[in-house]
């Protein structure tokens, strides 16, 4: 089953009758994407020192403990401050819901906001693809950004005004 079909199903219960899902996008809001870097770097700032610097064997363990004191403080910041959230998008409505920490496709709960379909999602900008919605700051992956864009262009399609001269006028 896609992943797509199976939040459709998780979401049924909070949708409108005769309402469908057309899209589904996975988005992390609370703390920046660029918060994973941290320990990446401080691992690879402790390698440098310890090659760098004249080797002791009380100098390795004392910044071991340093490091490994440093990666639970970003580890604990990181799962404090990170909210994982499923953007919804039906022929009706845009639905945010919460999700899981560790079971972040599964939403928990009733919608946290309910949107008009009108509405238009982003763009999402930059490598992290930043987007706001509704003053909520969203972090879309780049695995989700063409959904995104699709929703958009099903909503000027259905929304734009017939041209003068169509059959539709």
């Not at 690879?44 to 340093?66: I, K, M």
Request: a positive charge; charged letters at 10%; glycine letters at 8%.
């Amino acid at each position: 089953m896609a992943l797509r079909d199976g939040i459709a199903f998780q979401v049924r219960p909070y949708l409108a009758p005769g309402e469908q899902v057309q899209h589904v996008v996975l988005v992390q809001a609370g703390i920046s994407p660029y918060f994973n870097l941290v320990p990446t770097l401080g691992l690879f700032s402790w390698n440098l020192t310890t090659n760098l610097l004249p080797w002791s064997e009380y100098y390795f363990f004392a910044s071991g403990a340093v490091m490994a004191a440093l990666f639970l403080a970003c580890c604990t910041i990181y799962l404090t401050r990170v909210r994982n959230r499923i953007l919804v998008v039906t022929n009706q409505a845009i639905l945010l819901m919460g999700a899981g920490l560790i079971a972040w496709a599964t939403p928990n709960g009733p919608p946290l906001l309910r949107l008009p379909r009108r509405t238009v999602l982003g763009p999402p900008r930059g490598l992290s693809g930043a987007m706001l919605l509704s003053g909520e700051r969203l972090w879309v992956s780049p695995l989700f950004r063409k959904r995104v864009t699709a929703a958009n262009a099903e909503l000027a399609v259905v929304t734009s005004p017939p041209w003068p001269g169509s059959a539709i006028s």
